[in-house]
Every structure is written in C-alpha cells, then in structure tokens.
C-alpha cells in the first residue's frame, strides 16, 4: 500500500517535471532516471553479494539496440526502442549468466568486466557502428503517435518515469518476498541455503538476468535521452559510475539508486560547471567519505533518523 | 615462417611491458587483498615523472645517456613517494573490509590522481622521444626494429628474477611468504605486519612507476593513460592467478603474444582478443592458471 502510494506520487511528480521545468533539467532527469533504472539493477544482485563491474555491458547493449532500430530497421517508436534495449539485454544475460552465476567475489567482478570491455574492443573498431564516435539515433513516434519536435524529451522523461516505477515495484515486490530472503541467504551463507533445499545457482542467475534487462532499459533510456550512442556507454569507467551511484545510495531501499542516481548527475552538473578540473577529484573524495562514514550509504542517514524521531 | 620472428618479438616485448605493471599488481593483491585501481594512476604518474626528470636532464645539456637513469630515478621517486602516501594516509584504514570495496577505495584514489595529475601537468601531451630514438635500430627479418624494445625486455627479465630471488631466497622474502600465508599466525609470530605492507605497497607502486617511466618515450603522455592500463593489467593478472608472479609473467605472454599475432593478421580485433583470452582462462580455469593454493584454517 505505502509502495503504491510512493508510486503515484513519484509518478506525479515526474510528470510534472517533465511538462513544467525548462529543457536542461529535463535532460539531466532523464539521465538520473536512466542511471537509476540501472542501479536498480545492479541492487537486486548485490542482494545475492555479488558486485557487477560490467553493467556497463548491457548498458551499452540496450542503447546501441535501440538505436540500430532507427539506424538499419528504420523502426522509429521510441516504445518499441525501450523494449528492444531490454530484451536484447536481457537475452545475452540469459546466455552470458549460465557462466557467471559459478563465479563469486572478485571472480565475479572482473569477469563481468571482461564481457563488457571485450564489447567495448568490438564497438570501437566495428567502423559499420561508427567506430568511436557512435551514431545518432532519432525516434520520431511514440506508440505510433509522432513526436511534436522540442517535446520529445518530455515525453521520453514520462515514459521513463513509468518505466521505472514499474520496474521499482515488480523489484520491490520481488525482493520483499521469498525471493528477496533467499537472495539475503546467499549472500550471508551460500551453503546453508543449498542445504535448505534452495539452488544459490539458480537465485543468482535470475539476479543476474533481472540486473541485465534493467541495465538494457537503462541504457535504451539513456540512448533517447542523449540521441546519440558510442562506445564509451560501455567502458570500465561507466561500469564503475553504476557500482558508486550504487554504494552511495546504499542497497536497503528501492528508492535509494533513484535518489543516489539524481544526487550523481546533480553533482557532476553542478562540479563539471564551476569545478571542470577537479570534478573526478570530487567524485573520488565524496566516494571515499561515503565508505568511511557511511559503509551502508547514503540511505543510513534517513534510518537513523527515522529511529532517532 | 618471415613472420614468426617479428611476431614474436612483437609479441614478448609487449609482454615485458604488460609484466612490468602486472607484477606489482599481483603482488600487492597477493600479500594484501587488495586489487588496486590506483595502479593505473600509479604508472601515468610515472610517465609524467620521467617526462619532467629526463626532460630536465636533456634540458640541461647533460650526456643523453643519462636520461635512462633519470627514467629510474623517475620510478623509484614516485614509488617510495607517492606509495606510502596512499597507504598510511588511506589504505591502512581500510583493511578487513570486504573485497569489492577495496576496488572502489583504490577507484576513488584512481580518480582522485587522474586530476592531481592534470592538475600538475596540464592537459597538453608531453613528448619524451629522446630515450626511445638514442639506441637505434637493428634488423629483424628485413624489418627495422628498435632496440629500445629490448633494453625493455632486458628490464623486465631482471625486474622479475630480482622479485622472484627477493621473495624466494631472502629473509624478508620468507616473512613475505609467511603474512600472504597467514596474517594472523605471522603477526602473533612477532612479524610487523603493518611495516610489510606498506614495504609491499611501495614496490607495487615502484614496478607500475617504472612501467609508466620506461613506457613514456615511446607514446604521447596525456591524460588518461592509465584508465587503458590498468584493465589490461587486471587481465593479465586474472589469466595467471591473483597474487601469482609467475602467473603474471605467463599472463603476460600469453597475452602478448596473442595480441601481436591479432594485430598482424586481423587488427581490428585488438582489444578484443585480449579480453577473449581473460574471458576463455576463466572459463577453463575460474581462478587463473596459477591460482595460489588456500590455506586450510582450522
């Protein structure tokens, strides 16, 4: 019931922004939005222990599916972009976790690494994708409905946001369950729910596939907001942008990558506009702060003081 | 059978250089847990150093010969500087936590020296082509072919038989053997645990410095070198077995060598051939080649 409630007003409130505020913000919501979704993501397997340092894998994926629609298929409806993002991500999850879900730990991390930056080696030279410079995508219709040019994005953000209260509820739903507990097993003790009748395996390959699509809508998200694709949406470095917004929002609330996600881009807004030299520097201290002090993430603040009142 | 040789020769000489950087990341991995994105800064920093060190010393009109003792010089600075800077400031406060977070304490310093670094140096490439140029060229196969690739080479092979004599055959070695082993039984054994890693780190950041100061001749140092590093590093370094030197020098050839041979007969798969071979190692073996053996605790 309160997850629904934070639904609609959550919903409300994007529409809102999306109609009212001028261009630039909308821009930057939709990549907080798109960041978001992503994190979400990368929240459902950190429940099972595990950290993704390759996300940025089917990020890149669900972007560039998106905007090859465009490219080669000459499908311009951004409804149908999003779902291609998501299912072509999630089909090389369903293929690529068979293998992952064996590994752990810093096994774990850096083979995921490896898958993205192998797509990453291929993007870069496949000269049919523009090489390093990516390509532009254009979606001119909406369900069929054309697109008024200027309003694209604040129909793109609208969009995005009822994506992602959607898929923030069906991860609520899923993790507040039985799921959720069994996942909370593995993490803590891998042995005694194999003992228990449960396959970690199997917990950990649906996390998996679960992360993937969501970093695919992420990504598609993304690839709309920005209307252009490269190579760079799957580099290392994207991939660890993701796991940061991740432990600096903490993995206790659903809520918390949305916030943590809007928190990041405000910031690298904020630092790329009156600290251009020094924004990464920015980035690594606030990182290093968040560890220190707040090992669990931003989220800690909020329960502490919901305890203290 | 023209271009077995070249391949070859390719192929080991980017193995030395890939084994410069490797080996003090496994080895800082191996004695501490910590897999250290910082490494990638570490090098770049290197690069910079000897850029302005041999710079200087060309500068000053001093004999050319020198600037390959300022490319030392360069390294060791960085490392016995800047070394024990990240790990008494920082990294002694984060031992015991979890794995993963580690990697993202060292991503926070990669990020924080990627700007310390433009900062200081300017965002302008610096150019260092004297070094590379000064021992000419030999013939290889009717190729010419620098022989600064094998000063590199030579680097390499003696960097790894003095690690491998210092970790096997001296006193300190042993106690090194010994925390990687087990911490707790050497510390109640009277070894100062904290003294060797901070050692550890020094050396580790020393062998990514002397990879960056001997690379830095022969490319344009600019910003953002060691983001390309330190990935192929962490490749190198999986192929082999965390905290295995032996690993990283296998890890390194295998990877050399494979790149050498892609880049000759399908060049566009560069960087993906790298990658395809961490990816196939891992599949076959899911620790590495030489995944080091764990200690059984009671």
Known sequence: ?309 | MSSILPIAFDGIAYASWLFLISAGLTLIYGVMRILNVAHGSLYALGAYAACSLAGAWLGGGLPAAGSFAMLLLAAVLVGSLVGPLIERGLLQWMYGKDEVVLVLVTYAVFLIMEDVIKLVWGVDSLLLPEPYALPGNFQLGGLPYPVYNVVLIALALATGLALAWALYRTRQGKLLLAVIHDREMSMAMGINVSRVYLATFAVGATLAALGGAFTAPTIAVTPGIGVEVIVLAFAVVVIGGLGSLGGAALGALLVGLVRSATVRYWPEAELFSIYAVMAMVLIARPKGLFAAQEARKI
């Not at chain 1, 991860?171 to 039985?178: D, K, M, P, Q």
């Not at chain 1, 490269?230 to 809520?255: C, H, K, N, R």
């Not at chain 1, 251009?276 to 980035?283: A, C, D, F, G, R």
Request: glycine share 10%; with cysteine; aromatic share 10%.
């Open chain 1, 1 to 309: 019931m309160k997850a629904a409630i934070v639904a609609i007003a959550s919903l409300v409130a994007l529409t809102g922004l999306a109609l009212l505020s001028p261009q630039w913000l909308v821009f930057m919501a939709m990549l907080a939005l798109a960041k978001g979704v992503v994190v979400l993501g990368l929240l459902v397997l950190m429940r099972t222990g595990l950290v993704s340092f390759g996300q940025g894998l089917y990020f890149g994926i669900g972007a560039y599916a998106a905007a090859l629609l465009s490219h080669h298929l000459h499908v311009a409806d951004a409804a149908v972009m999003l779902l291609a993002g998501a299912a072509a991500a999630g089909l090389v999850a369903a293929l690529l976790g068979l293998l992952l879900a064996r590994y752990r730990d810093i096994f774990f991390a850096m083979l995921s690494l490896a898958f993205s930056m192998i797509l990453y080696g291929v993007l870069v030279k496949s000269a049919a994708l523009g090489s390093t410079d990516g390509f532009n995508l254009h979606a001119r219709t909406f369900f069929g409905v054309a697109l008024a040019s200027g309003a694209e994005r604040r129909v793109f953000l609208i969009a995005g946001a009822v994506c992602a209260v959607v898929a923030a509820l069906l991860v609520h739903r899923l993790l507040g369950g039985h799921w959720g507990r069994l996942a909370t097993g593995v993490r803590d003790n891998e042995l005694r729910v194999a003992y228990l009748g449960a396959s970690p395996y199997r917990v950990v390959y649906v996390n998996y596939l679960i992360a993937g699509a969501l970093a695919g809508l992420g990504g598609a998200l993304a690839a709309l907001a920005v209307g252009h694709v490269d190579p760079e949406m799957t580099y290392w470095t994207t991939s660890g942008e993701f796991v940061f917004i991740a432990i600096l929002g903490g993995i206790q609330s659903i809520l918390a990558p949305f916030v943590a996600a809007t928190i990041f881009e405000a910031l690298r807004m904020i630092a790329s506009q009156y600290a251009p030299n020094v924004w990464q520097m920015s980035l690594g201290l606030a990182m290093l702060t968040i560890i220190m002090f707040l090992p669990a993430g931003l989220w800690t603040l909020a329960e502490r003081r919901r305890r203290s009142a």
